[in-house]
């Protein structure tokens, strides 16, 4: 295995050590920073009977990461992302409600469905940008009417499914920090493994990636199925802690431009991105766009152009690309 | 029954001849420019309320707003190429940072006309003598029929300015190959914004159209009508705006028929996936040449 | 050890191959030059599966290439470089060498060992933390050269690898694809059009033409041949 021609280890040690301190840094800040965050977050519900805010920002930081799989560490903007938030949301709703299942084994089943969905969803990763994008709309749409469709006692019709029994917002406020905590050790692993790598190849140039040995189709499939898995825990567990599920919000595209302007406002390409753009923007909303609900709407819209004109890549992206020194810092 | 799907027939074709214009409109503004515009449905939502307010305002009907919405909206669209589009060529994927620039301008539009109009779905009144024509067994709305053969008008206007006009052939020229054309020594800026002006110009006044054809509209169908243009535009093919009509009469033709046996959201689910099919199965649609990527 | 027999490949009307023929020993360098249009990438993208030939055989260590997907080409231990380099802007340096080992099963530390030794011997180990994208074309070239080398593979195809590149890398590159055959047990296939790198690294040098092979032999034999003189290297 080793030729003559193979660099004695003595050499490399030094280099070695170096480079891994480096590497190790980065991701030790990140965790770092995951981890006040998850900390507040737990400390929250003792400090204040308002855990509304905290809980909406553990599911925007959860769906910002979760699309950051999907396009940061792959390549792909997915413009149906809000299916798996809205099987998830019925999935959670049918099975407790209907099927009498307690509030545990019907969150599990919201993820069970959502990476069942993805698996479903699988063929259209041959598929490349733009039409990717569209295709992944109308097949969300297509879900969207389908359970739309399936008889008003199953799925609760326009009015939804309400699952009173269910109240208890402490309770689904720590689920979402469970899942929360979750989706940033999986992204933080992702982007010091193996995987992580090959699919940041895969995303910069597949075809390269495939004549060096990386299965494409297979690796962009395991990221797919990571990324489905989370949104759907999240759409249960916000059917939970609001003990409704609601067609015309499970499904709607707001979910999809939240999560991708949330962490495209962080940049997409770090995994510390998607977390510093959900608290910037959500912080934003709070403070100023809850004041005037008349023209969120307008706002959000104006914070998205102006993004996409003066800063497509975020708030850390734009950093990075001014200061390319701090990369050994962020990861 | 056969009346019945007969009658899905022809409504499948007077939708599809307008499902047509927005793919066309889109075509134009992808083709040339390879921006999405994801705001499209959204401007012709506006132009279903420009015609509206001229007519509650000043009287106007909507035979005089159709060329006066072109004109408005070309304009629009001109100036706005200007604001939005020569930065994303910097950026480092152009075409989803379209997307995402053109959907944040879709929301902004969306909320502006919540604004100003409010959610109440709005209609535009027309009185039009007789109200249905009878031809064969079947009953038609005058207006639809109205509405189509405008339609037809506009699509030869268009074919004869794409087709026999110098501007014309040099946006089909720039939809075939950007570079050859740049290097010819054709202005590709100012025809961009030609191109951009022309799609939301065409937007506005299928947005007239569909305000004559359907009983109302709101400020938030814009996306549906986004969605089936690019329905339309991979069924038929990028770089074939006429080839978008084919699609989109299929399309219109799938939907309406289905509405006959199934109930609506059915017929939809049927016609979008017929698209997602087509992308499986032709991804360079029925007419295209080069498949989206 | 590889062997390829009768390769044809058309797109449409347009003939690339015409049935071309040729073997490369182990640790031997593989000369092939060609007019633009003679079908030289063609046979490349034939080896390394990004095209399925209509007819012909290509047997690389006693395993049929023919309709395999391109990795598992690639985990055989075919290597291929392009004309305009592919390397992974995004990544590192040491990741782009790291990403090309992961399916050969080693661990990190025996996969940083062989990304370190290549990266010296392209002379760019002190930029190994920068991004792909910032390097010059020439340096993204030998960056691609060692890219497939650190997967340790049996035969490499290189398209154009000079071009673009100055004089001074250009040497840098000679003398490590020279070294490649012996140090790594590797064979080289080389297409360029910089005939004197061709003569002077070729052990056989294949000449093709609308999709055949023109001629073949030695340096001498190629540079002198009236055939080829007429067609290719002019007057």
Not at chain 3, 86 to 93: N, S
Request: net charge neutral; hydrophobic share 55%; proline share 4%.
């Amino acid at each position: 295995m080793n030729s003559p021609h193979d660099p004695p280890v003595a050499q490399t040690g030094d280099h070695r050590g170096q480079d891994m301190r480096a590497d190790q840094l980065r991701t030790q800040i990140a965790m770092a920073i995951f981890a006040v965050l998850t900390i507040a977050m737990a400390v929250v519900p003792s400090v204040t009977g308002n855990v509304s805010l905290a809980f909406y920002l553990m599911l925007w930081v959860t769906m910002a990461s979760a699309m950051n799989i999907c396009v940061g560490f792959t390549g792909y903007m997915p413009f149906g992302f809000v299916v798996f938030y809205g099987v998830g949301a019925y999935a959670t709703g049918i099975c407790y409600r209907i099927l009498d299942w307690p509030i545990l084994p019907s969150l599990i089943a919201a993820g069970v469905v959502g990476v069942m969905i993805s698996l479903l969803l699988a063929p259209t990763l041959r598929l490349k940008g733009v039409y990717f994008g569209i295709v992944s709309l109308a097949l969300a749409t297509i879900v969207r009417l389908f359970i739309a469709n399936l008889p008003d006692d199953f799925t609760g019709g326009s009015i939804g499914l309400i699952l009173a029994k269910a109240n208890n917002p402490t309770h689904s406020y720590y689920a979402m920090l469970v899942v929360m905590a979750a989706t940033l050790a999986t992204v933080l692993w992702l982007s010091t493994s193996s995987l992580g790598k090959a699919l940041k190849a895969i995303r910069d140039d597949d075809g390269a990636a495939a004549c060096i040995g990386i299965h494409v189709p297979n690796t962009r499939l395991k990221a797919w199925v990571l990324a489905a898995l989370f949104p759907a825990l999240a759409g249960g567990i916000e059917a939970w802690y609001t003990n409704v599920v609601d067609p015309e919000y499970a499904f709607n595209v707001l979910v999809t431009a939240k999560s991708i302007i949330y962490g495209m406002a962080g940049g997409f390409g770090t995994i510390l991105g998607p977390v510093i753009g959900t608290l910037a923007l959500l912080g934003v909303d709070h403070l100023i766009w809850q004041k005037f609900p008349v023209i969120n709407l307008l706002l959000l819209g104006l914070v998205i152009v102006l993004l996409m004109l003066f800063m497509p890549r975020g708030i850390v992206g734009t950093l990075l690309k001014r200061k390319p020194q701090l990369r050994r810092y962020i990861a | 029954m056969t009346t019945l799907v007969i009658q899905g027939l022809l409504n499948g074709i007077i939708l599809g001849v307008l499902y047509g214009l927005i793919g066309v409109g889109l075509n134009v503004i992808f083709g040339v420019l390879r921006v999405v515009n994801f705001a499209h449905g959204e401007f012709l939502v506006l132009g279903a309320y420009f015609a509206f307010v001229l007519m509650t305002a000043l009287g106007i009907g909507p035979m005089v707003s159709l060329p006066l919405a072109f004109i408005v909206f070309f304009a629009v669209g001109y100036a706005l190429y200007f604001v939005l589009i020569p930065r994303l060529s910097k950026s480092d994927d152009p075409e989803t940072s379209s997307l995402l620039l053109m959907f944040g301008v879709s929301i902004m539009l969306g909320a502006i006309m919540l604004l100003v109009f409010e959610a109440d779905a709005r209609s535009l009144q027309l009185d039009i003598e007789p109200v249905f024509l009878m031809l064969g067994g079947l009953l038609i709305p005058t207006v639809r029929l109205i509405a189509l053969l405008i339609a037809l008008v506009m699509i030869a206007l268009l074919a004869y300015f794409l087709y026999k006009t110098q501007v014309g052939k040099a946006l089909r020229a720039i939809i075939m190959n950007r570079d050859a054309v740049r290097i010819v020594g054709i202005n590709a800026e100012r025809l961009s914004a030609v191109a951009f002006g022309l799609g939301i110009g065409l937007a506005a006044v299928t947005g007239v159209l569909v305000a004559m054809v359907f009983p109302s509209f709101s400020p938030f169908m814009g996306n549906d009508y986004t969605l089936i243009g690019f329905i339309v535009i991979v069924l038929g093919g990028l770089g074939h705006p006429i080839g978008a009509l084919v699609g989109a009469l299929l399309f219109g033709i799938t939907e309406q028929v289905s509405v006959v046996f199934f109930n609506p959201s059915i017929a939809t689910m049927l016609g979008f996936g017929l698209m997602v099919g087509m992308i499986f199965i032709k991804p360079t649609g029925l007419f295209g040449r080069q498949a989206l990527r | 050890m590889l062997k390829i027999n009768g390769l044809q490949k058309r797109f449409g009307g347009l003939v690339a191959l015409a049935g071309v023929s040729l073997s490369v020993p182990d640790r031997h360098i593989l000369g092939i030059i060609g007019m633009n249009g003679s079908g030289k990438t063609t046979l490349l993208n034939c080896i390394n599966g990004l095209y399925v030939p209509d007819a012909g055989t290509m047997e690389f260590d006693g395993k049929e290439l023919g309709g395999l997907p391109v990795h598992e080409v690639a985990r055989l231990g075919v290597g291929r470089t392009f004309q305009v380099p592919r390397i992974f802007p995004h990544l590192t340096l040491l990741d782009n060498l790291d990403v090309s080992q992961l399916q050969t099963g080693r661990n990190a530390n025996e996969r940083y060992a062989q990304s370190e030794y290549w990266l010296h011997k392209v002379e760019l180990h002190r930029l190994r933390h920068n991004y792909a994208e910032e390097l010059s074309g020439g340096q993204q070239k030998l960056l691609e050269l060692a890219r497939i080398m650190v997967a340790k593979p049996k035969v490499i195809l290189l398209d154009e690898p000079f071009a673009g590149v100055n004089p001074a890398l250009a040497q840098l590159l000679i003398a490590i694809i020279r070294d490649i055959p012996e140090q790594h047990d590797c064979s080289v296939v080389l297409v360029s059009h910089d005939l004197t790198s061709i003569y002077q690294l070729s052990d056989h040098i294949i000449v093709m033409n609308e999709g055949a092979i023109l001629t073949e032999g030695d340096a001498d034999k190629v540079r002198n041949d009236p055939a080829v003189i007429e067609a290719y290297l002019g007057a």
